[in-house]
């Protein structure tokens, strides 16, 4: 192993989660074996529960990188505990996808950014939570904010042991540059998808770029308003369903043909920058920072970031219904941290994930930092914010998409494999012609098959 000091980064990826970590960053895990370890979880914690204890712990975590939430947390956590360090590593997103069970296999972090969770869990290389659950009183919040983190012994997902905890509740939808929005005569949201569609129209008129998006490399962005198209064409719990694995669940059917054919429209339009499948997720960061595109397709994890760098310009919106008053949904799921089988420290790594839910300074770093609603109980604390921050927006989106029963998971996480080797070069040939919307989803669907019977 080497350390290394951490130096900040900008923004890498998606769904949302870590810039830099002023600890040591672990290098990369040793080959190893194939058996799968042996849970070490108790549900004897003695009088005072689960706890870091008052002996110095250092805490190993695999975490994603680019995204500032995680780091204010943990720098917080161990200004109130000072017993209690961090030793983070980072990759990005695919990368830790692809190296999820090895790490977890090799060397089994105390926390951990999981991906997909279904294999993982099945192969016994996570910690099941439901103990410390119990421990915490998590039991006591909405089922709703654990439901996700389930895994039945099938490895669907909704129903089984507890095998994770989400950081808060991060959701996508569409920023905007309100400059801009002026620029075309657009003075509020728009309220339907021909609506949106003729914005982006006027911008392209107007010699502005309608959406910077990322797609490039192992990172297919374009995911992002592909899977809000089809909850405004279809039901968002169909592709719940999909992406947890339920029997007979297929995301080739005709409401994501229709959203798919939507999509390819936006392409063939010139909407998306033209260098789409080569741009990452710091360059459409920059260019929407910088002035450069009217809209992105992005998650609320930005919110802070854009009441930083461009006060009061930010606007947020979730994807228009087909038609207005119409169903909407969008992807909203706990920022997921788990626990390895073998972690060394399970209790305070428990702790841990207990008192970003539950700690007032640690609930109003998830609103301020993380823009997004933090978990634990329904009349926990929550900070106030502006009311005409872009923090301010995305929550209120929120509380709109709560209300509409439309919130899915990621299409992303429907397997381990499914986002890098599927829906990542199906959607870049698509960009560059070499793919149909109807040849995207059938080899989506022939990939998750294989995927999941195998």
Not at 225 to 250: E, K, R, V
Request: net charge negative.
């Amino acid at each position: 192993m080497s350390r290394s000091s951490q130096h900040p980064l900008r923004p890498l990826l998606l769904a949302g989660l870590f810039t830099t970590v002023a600890l040591g960053v672990t290098a990369c895990a040793p080959p190893g074996g194939t058996a799968a370890p042996q849970a070490s979880s108790t549900s004897d914690f003695g009088a005072e529960g689960p706890t870091c204890g008052e002996e110095d712990v250092v805490l190993s975590g695999y975490f994603e990188t680019g995204f500032p939430l995680p780091t204010a947390l943990t720098e917080e956590f161990t200004k109130q505990y000072p017993n209690v360090t961090f030793d983070i590593r980072e990759d990005q997103f695919a990368v830790i996808t692809q190296n999820a069970p090895r790490v977890l296999q090799d060397s089994p972090p105390d926390l951990m950014r999981l991906p997909q969770m279904s294999e993982l869990a099945t192969d016994g290389l996570l910690l099941d939570l439901d103990p410390y659950a119990e421990a915490f009183g998590w039991t006591d919040w909405p089922a709703s904010q654990l439901q996700q983190l389930r895994v039945d012994d099938e490895g669907r997902r909704g129903n089984g042991p507890l095998y994770a905890l989400g950081l808060n509740y991060s959701m996508t939808g569409v920023f905007y540059n309100k400059t801009l929005a002026d620029q075309i005569g657009m003075t509020e949201a728009p309220a339907t998808l021909d609506e949106f569609d003729a914005a982006m129209q006027a911008a392209k008129d107007a010699g502005i770029t309608p959406i910077a998006q990322f797609n490039g490399g192992a990172t297919g962005g374009l995911a992002f308003p592909l899977q809000a198209l089809m909850a405004s064409y279809g039901d968002p719990a169909a592709i719940n369903d999909w992406i947890f694995q339920q029997p007979d669940a297929t995301i080739d059917t005709p409401e994501n043909l229709a959203a798919a054919e939507h999509l390819k429209k936006w392409i063939d339009a010139g909407y998306f920058a033209d260098d789409v499948n080569s741009l990452d997720y710091a360059q459409m960061m920059s260019r929407f920072i910088g002035g450069e595109s009217l809209f992105i397709f992005n998650g609320d994890w930005e919110s802070g970031n854009l009441d930083t760098q461009m006060p009061g310009e930010a606007g947020f919106f979730l994807m228009p219904p087909l038609e207005e008053g119409g169903q909407i949904g969008a992807m909203s799921a706990p920022l997921t941290f788990g626990v390895a089988a073998t972690a060394e420290h399970p209790d305070c790594a428990a702790f841990f994930l207990n008192w970003t839910a539950t700690d007032e300074t640690a609930r109003t770093i998830g609103v301020e930092v993380g823009g997004s609603h933090p978990m634990g109980p329904a009349d926990a604390f929550m900070p106030e914010v502006d009311a005409d921050s872009t923090t301010a927006a995305t929550l209120a989106a929120g509380a709109q998409l709560s209300e509409a029963n439309g919130a899915m998971d990621f299409i992303a996480n429907a397997t381990g494999a499914i986002y890098a080797q599927s829906w990542t070069p199906n959607l870049q040939r698509m960009v560059a012609g070499e793919q149909t919307p109807e040849g995207l989803l059938s080899s989506v669907q022939a990939d998750y098959e294989s995927q999941v019977e195998g």
